[in-house]
Nanobody, 124 residues
């Protein structure tokens, strides 16, 4: 059973940077396609970014393209989300997800394992 633990969430003012981490255990990390989703209060969970098992392919939601960067370190069993130029609308709980053979990374239903989430609040 794969377990995912997110960290790095915080309350920050607009314009600053923050890096989230997602550490996996219980499986072969390098086998998994990974992704970040986020859910704002009262709204549905939305795709943020994804990276395939090899790290050779990444995808981003239009709302974060150019500001966020997803990466992975297989030796550390960890995925990252570097978030720059944060905006109030980035406020949400951020979840990491893992799945094997993901074809459409923007669809939450294609991921098998989820973390508990980490809160990011962007406010002045």
């Amino acid at each position: 059973q794969v377990q995912l633990v997110e960290s790095g969430g915080a309350m920050v003012p607009p314009g600053v940077s923050l890096r989230l981490s997602c550490t996996a255990s219980g499986g072969t990390f390098s086998d998994f396609d990974m992704a970040w989703f986020r859910q704002a209060t009262g709204k549905e969970r939305k795709f943020v970014a994804a990276i395939n098992w090899s790290g050779g392919s990444t995808h981003y939601a239009d709302s974060v393209q150019g500001r966020f960067t997803i990466s992975r370190d297989d030796a550390a069993n960890t995925m990252y989300l570097q978030m720059n130029s944060l905006k109030p609308e980035d406020t949400a709980i951020y979840y990491c997800a893992a799945g094997a053979g993901v074809v459409v990374p923007a669809h939450a239903s294609t991921f098998d394992y989820w973390g508990q989430g980490t809160q990011v609040t962007v406010s002045s």
